[in-house]
T-cell receptor, first 112, second 113 residues
Framework: KQEVTQIPAALSVPEGENLVLNCSFT??????LQWFRQDPGKGLTSLLL?????REQTSGRLNASLDKSSGRSTLYIAASQPGDSATYLC???????????FGSGTRLQVQP | GAGVSQSPSNKVTEKGKDVELRCDPI?????LYWYRQSLGQGLEFLIY????????KSGLPSDRFSAERTGGSVSTLTIQRTQQEDSAVYLC???????????FGEGSRLTVL
């Protein structure tokens, strides 16, 4: 059974810092990995999707990497802003099952 | 274009009542998912529909839970004889294909008194 772990559970940084969120998964047989953000009381917003054949994806100040063999992904946020404050969720889709398995998330607070 | 739409956004019900939650996916998306997010818990997979294939119901927690998808579009999640532990946010997502990017709705917050 796939298990997804996110570290740290919470993170507080001053505005302008670059930061890295970590995600690990136990079964490397995946189709893809997706990063989301969730604001309080809201649904999930898709940030980046990395297919299993890809090593990284970039969108604006966000860069996500995938090392499938070691079961790891990182989300890099450059020049953080207070508007980046949210919970960031990592999820993987296994090859055997068309449903995402989610981590517990990293709650990010960017201080102005 | 419109995103995934869910209704109601909030539902308060009494223990033992039945509830129906509705999801309207993005037009043209063949895959539709239901997840549950309880306070302090992660996102829990409930059920998955892909086109005309039989749904993957492996995540439904009990036989009080059921879902259908009519005409390959709108889906309804039904919870019978609700219990307090059913209180959660129920999230729906859709995807263009079974291995594609998922897009979530804002969720339906269910409170069972």
């Amino acid at each position: 059974k796939q298990e997804v772990t996110q570290i740290p559970a919470a993170l507080s940084v001053p505005e302008g810092e670059n930061l890295v969120l970590n995600c690990s998964f136990t079964d490397s047989a995946i189709y893809n990995l997706q990063w989301f953000r969730q604001d309080p009381g809201k649904g999930l917003t898709s940030l980046l999707l990395i297919q299993s054949s890809q090593r990284e994806q970039t969108s604006g100040r966000l860069n996500a990497s995938l090392d499938k063999s070691s079961g790891r992904s990182t989300l890099y946020i450059a020049a953080s802003q207070p508007g980046d404050s949210a919970t960031y969720l990592c999820a993987v889709m296994d090859t055997g099952r068309r449903a995402l398995t989610f981590g517990s998330g990293t709650r990010l607070q960017v201080q102005p | 274009g419109a995103g995934v739409s869910q209704s109601p956004s909030n539902k308060v019900t009494e223990k033992g009542k039945d509830v129906e939650l509705r999801c309207d996916p993005i037009s043209g998306h063949t895959a539709l998912y239901w997840y549950r997010q309880s306070l302090g818990q992660g996102l829990e997979f409930l059920i998955y529909f892909q086109g005309n294939s039989a749904p993957d119901k492996s995540g439904l927690p009990s036989d009080r839970f059921s879902a259908e998808r009519t005409g390959g579009s709108v889906s309804t999640l039904t919870i019978q004889r609700t219990q307090q532990e059913d209180s959660a946010v129920y999230l729906c997502a859709s995807s263009l294909k079974s291995t594609g990017e998922l897009f979530f709705g804002e969720g339906s917050r269910l409170t069972v008194l």
